[in-house]
């Protein structure tokens, strides 16, 4: 029986990924914080972990003690006040994990590390026939996507046996971003940002904690992969696919770039006084305004095998259902 150490295993990602170990008969170690809600996790076959990423001699000792065979670091952070903040999250305690597997003195098969497709940044946005590849020289254009390519190097001089993933808008049941549209058109309204036509990609989260499964078992290392349904979507699609199965009539307003931005700037400067910061920023700006993210998937077709299951069509209703059973849309 193989065995699996997953960081951030009480997000949203993690907890998928810590059931799709389980069907692949896998021994299951769920890396949280004290913090961490836990709740998604307290089923037969997940063993909890509590680890100290700042510290590690005690990740060492911790490693040495679950002599693990493959670890997926999906822990990090996607909302920062500065690019500093992102650093110390997504790339300093992700070098003192990489330092602590060393120090341990396990062998582990392979490294499976989340990082995203803001790591790249988006495709030319003048040219629709182009698509972001591992043959073109990336260009994060957020702090989150400076960060997670800086991660990237990290792993890639480690010497450890590697797969870097780099999910498009990861969307399913628990997930909270693309819930606060669900809601919106739940409650009759559409707002799109912007005038220009956009090709939006996505991928579900079953797709994703699939695909990576995939990665593990198979023979190929060091290698990097976009992860998308493999599809491009507008933004009024989406919407579409929401309202049908919802059965909602919208009214619908295009909202200029000039003033979300304008918004952004006011929901930050009020988060200094609140001390919470915002999922709406001026760095987020930056990516919903491009207008072309995408990605070249053959590389994964091609060495794993893998194809997509879910495109919005098939994916949106059901994770839609389940908000509404659980009463998060009203």
């Not at 009020?270 to 993210?293: G, H």
């Not at 053959?298 to 997509?308: H, M, N, S, T």
């Amino acid at each position: 029986m193989k065995r699996v150490l997953i960081t951030g295993a009480g997000g949203f990602i993690g907890g998928y990924l810590a059931q799709a170990a389980l069907k692949r008969d896998m021994k299951v170690y769920a890396g949280v914080r004290k913090s961490t809600d836990v709740s998604r996790l307290e089923t037969g076959g997940i063993e909890l972990v509590v680890l100290d990423y700042s510290d590690v001699e005690s990740l060492a000792k911790e490693f040495r003690k679950l002599n693990f065979d493959y670890l997926i670091h999906n822990a990090g952070m996607v909302s920062a006040p500065s690019l500093e903040m992102f650093e110390k999250v997504n790339c300093q305690l992700f070098n003192n994990v990489i330092d602590a597997v060393k120090l341990s003195g396990i062998q582990i098969e392979k490294l499976a590390f989340m990082s995203s497709l803001a790591a790249y940044g988006p495709a030319d946005p003048d040219d629709f026939t182009d698509m972001v590849s591992n043959e073109k020289e990336p260009n994060p254009i957020t702090d989150y996507g400076r960060s997670k390519l800086k991660a990237e190097g990290i792993l890639k001089e480690s010497g450890l046996p590697y797969i870097i993933l780099r999910p498009t808008v990861v969307y399913g049941p628990w997930e909270r971003d693309l819930l606060t549209f669900f809601k919106m058109v739940a409650k009759g309204y559409e707002a799109h940002i912007g005038f220009k036509k956009q090709r939006l990609t996505f991928t579900h989260v079953n797709d994703l904690t699939r695909m990576i499964m995939l990665a593990l078992e198979a023979e190929v290392k060091d290698r990097a992969y976009f992860v998308t349904d493999g599809r491009y979507y507008s933004a009024e699609e989406l919407a579409e696919i929401t309202k049908e199965h919802l059965k909602k009539k919208t009214f619908k307003v295009k909202v200029p770039i000039w003033v979300v931005r304008l918004v952004a700037t006011g929901v930050e400067a009020f988060s200094k006084i609140s001390k919470r910061y915002p999922i709406l920023t001026k760095d987020k700006v930056n990516e919903l305004e491009q207008t072309n993210w995408q990605c070249d998937i053959r590389p994964q077709i091609e060495d794993l095998g893998f194809v997509p299951e879910y495109d919005l069509k098939k994916g949106i209703p059901p994770t839609l259902d389940w908000y509404l059973e659980k009463g998060w849309i009203g």
